[in-house]
């Protein structure tokens, strides 16, 4: 049985894709919280408890997620080695989505899409932008997205950018 922080992180990381880094899970981790806050006046869970590694281990160790090391130059010039992991089938990803109640999985969505948005800069700009947009995607019916005429213009605006650099 997995252990209950892998239980926990679970749905998060499924709603990233059927592959992620350790990067976008420790960012999205980080900050997740943070936004739940502000947009919710709550916090529903204490993400900020988690231990990321031991969570994502226990995944790696009962064969829900498996994992590989690519080591890369970062922008400073220095090899630097990250963790992708990526989810043992389709079924699996789709299965830790259903870990969530509906409304729940769209808040999630939502608040991870804004937590990868928020991050964007120049040198991440190509790594979170498409996740961030797809997950925003899903939420579009949702008020969330719709509340104001600026949240629908700046989603417009991410899938005109995302898609310029799809080409």
Do not use: W
Not at 70 to 94: C, P
Not at 97 to 116: D, M, R, V
Not at 132 to 148: E, F, K, P, S
């Amino acid at each position: 049985s997995l252990s209950r922080n892998a239980k926990r992180i679970l749905p998060l990381v499924a709603c990233l894709g059927h592959e992620f880094d350790s990067t976008i899970i420790e960012l999205v981790v980080s900050r997740l919280e943070d936004i739940r806050q502000a947009e919710f006046g709550s916090i529903s869970s204490k993400l900020d408890l988690i231990d990321i590694e031991e969570a994502l281990r226990d995944c790696v160790e009962k064969r829900v997620l498996e994992s590989h090391t690519v080591t890369k130059t970062n922008q400073d010039g220095q090899m630097v080695t990250i963790a992708y992991y990526t989810f043992a089938h389709d079924q699996v990803q789709q299965a830790a989505l259903l870990l969530q109640e509906n409304n729940e999985l769209i808040t999630t969505q939502f608040l991870i899409g804004k937590t990868l948005v928020e991050s964007l800069d120049d040198s991440s700009h190509n790594k979170f932008l498409f996740v961030a947009v797809d997950l925003l995607n899903r939420a579009i019916g949702h008020t969330l997205l719709c509340g104001d005429k600026a949240s629908v213009f700046d989603h417009a605006h991410l899938n005109l950018l995302a898609g310029r650099k799809s080409k």
